[in-house]
Structure formats: C-alpha cells, structure tokens
C-alpha cells in the first residue's frame, strides 16, 4: 500500500515569492491534515480536511496561507508571499475516520516538504 | 489547553543499553496518548499507542504504559540498537470539542546510540 506521497521534498525559494506544496493520501482516508514543524520541535497544525470541508483551519495564518482539497482527495497548500519565517518543514497526513461511530485512527505521515526562504 | 512536554535531549546511549524518554501530558477529557519515531530524511511513523488509562502500548520492544494518576506516558526499551536512533515524539489526541482529531506534539528527544 502506498504511503502518503508529498512534493517537492525539498524547495529553496526567495522571500516575497509563492511556493505551493502537494499532497497525496493513502487510498481511502477521508482525513487530511497539513502540518508545520519548525527545527527543532513538534509538528503543529495548520489544517484539517474532512473530505473537501476544512473542518479545523484556526491555526492557518489566513493572510498569506492557503489550502484546498477540492475532490476530497489531494490537497494544496499555498503560501504568497512567504517570509523569511517560513522556513521549516510542512507535513501531510492522512487517517481513515469513522463519521457514524466517531472513532479516529492513527494519522500516517508523508516524508515532508522543506522549504527554505532566503 | 493540550499540552505535551518531553524529556530535554538529546539522549546518548550504548547498544544494549536500557532506554526511557519521559512524557507528560496536560488535556481535558480522556486523550489516546502516542509516540511517533522519525528516522533521518523520513516522515514520521507511529510507533506505539495507548487509548485509555492503564493501556499497555508496544511496538519493536518499545513500550509505554497510559498513566493517568501521573498524566505520563513515558516511553521504555529493554535493550537499545543503533537502529533506533531517530527523535521520538510524544502526541495526544483529544476526543472532546474542536481538537477532536488533532494530534498535540511534544518538542521531540533525539536519540543516538553508539556500538
């Protein structure tokens, strides 16, 4: 079974200009988070998809970010213009969740996106 | 709100040797409690989960017990090899209200372990 598949790996670009990062779930999940993580520390999120409805989006810095999962399958997360501040890595992850019984499973990770502004 | 705090690192360790990261957690309701390993260029893998207090999680003979009188869930191997060096996260996952879903990290331990 193939894992969550995210790209680019890795991105260098300079303050000021956009970067969009892409993100594949595993077959099946409904669930779609998008996760920053700073050197050195946790993940935290940014974003929780429920199929295409962004159910928890309170931790996205609205002015410059932005995300979409039009079909309920991939996702897109957008950042213009990116600061300088932005550098770190931002992960995906996917879990299959049960709507009639409430019951949530274990999120799985993709390898990450590393951005870099100069 | 949730929180999670892990043991300051980096943890340096020989083969063999005995392994504990401590976490402690803070959350209202009762969350499932986890530990993510990141291996070098990977993303992260669950390694191990507890759902409810006094749940025994083990995984690759790592394992960690869902204290609640202590709010902890630190993590424990036996014997350490060089392959489980990575940094290692604690996480909670609040059932209750608009984190429902959400997995709170802890700040991360690297750990090395030397032959």
């Known amino acids: 079974e193939a894992g969550v598949v995210q790209s680019p790996r890795y991105k260098i670009i300079e303050k000021k200009q956009p970067v969009a990062f892409w993100c594949n779930p595993i077959?099946?999940?409904?669930?779609l988070y998008w996760y920053l993580q700073n050197l050195g520390q946790g993940p935290e999120l940014l974003i929780r998809y429920e199929n295409e409805e962004a159910v928890d989006d309170s931790q996205l810095p609205k002015d410059r970010f932005s995300a979409e999962r039009l079909k309920g399958v991939d996702s897109t997360l957008k950042i213009q213009p990116a600061e300088l501040g932005d550098s770190a890595v931002y992960l995906c992850?996917?879990?299959?969740?049960?709507?009639?019984?409430?019951?949530?499973?274990?999120?799985?990770f993709g390898p990450g996106t590393r951005l870099t502004v100069t | 709100g949730n929180s999670v705090t892990q043991m300051e690192g980096p943890v340096t360790l020989s083969e063999e040797a005995f392994l504990t990261i401590n976490c402690t957690y803070t959350?209202?309701?009762?969350?499932?409690l986890f530990w993510y390993v990141q291996y070098p260029g990977e993303g992260l893998q669950l390694l191990l989960k507890a759902t409810k207090a006094d749940d025994k999680g083990s995984n690759k003979g790592f394992e960690a017990t869902y204290r609640k009188e202590t709010t902890s869930f630190h993590l424990e191997k036996g014997s350490v090899q060089v392959s489980d060096s990575a940094v290692y996260f604690c996480?909670?996952?609040?059932?209750?209200?608009?984190?429902?879903?959400?997995?709170?990290f802890g700040q991360g331990t690297i750990l090395t372990v030397h032959p």
């Open positions: 996480a909670l996952s609040d059932p209750l209200g608009t984190s429902y879903g959400k997995l709170t």
């Open positions: 077959s099946g999940h409904n669930t």
């Open positions: 992850a996917s879990s299959l969740d049960g709507r009639e019984t409430g019951r949530r499973y274990e999120q799985y």
């Open positions: 959350a209202t309701g009762y969350p499932s």
